[in-house]
């Protein structure tokens, strides 16, 4: 994962011989910015792994055991769920719950203080 700052002037190239494919989250420069919060509690079965952090964003890697369910809870700052293996969830937001398969990739925008839960309903992660 990289952040690129306001302003900084950037380009990117595949310099390989196979396809490259990214995902780019653009915060928009209206977007009033989110406040700070320390970390959720972990509930049992899921773990996290910090992959970026600095004071503008974050991001950490969540893996959900067979069954693992988050609690209910907000966070100051929005958040934006993509799934890196293909996985059957149940995504609470708000008074809505929808259950599915997630594929790779597919986003999920939570806004802030907005009240979210994810739980894991697959049997193989």
Known sequence: ????GR?????AANVGTSP???VVAAIKPD???GGVAAPAPL????TRTGVLDNPEVTAARLEFAPAAREMVHTHPYDLVVVPLTSSRLEVQIGNGKETKEYAVGEAVFIARNEPHAVANLGADR
Do not use: N, Y
Not at 7 to 11: E, I, V, Y
Not at 43 to 46: A, E, L, N, Y
């Open 20 to 22: 490259f494919e990214v």
């Open 31 to 33: 977007r009033v910015p």
């Open 43 to 46: 509930p049992p079965g899921v």
């Open 1 to 4: 994962m990289e952040f690129i």
């Open 7 to 11: 302003d900084l002037r950037h380009a």
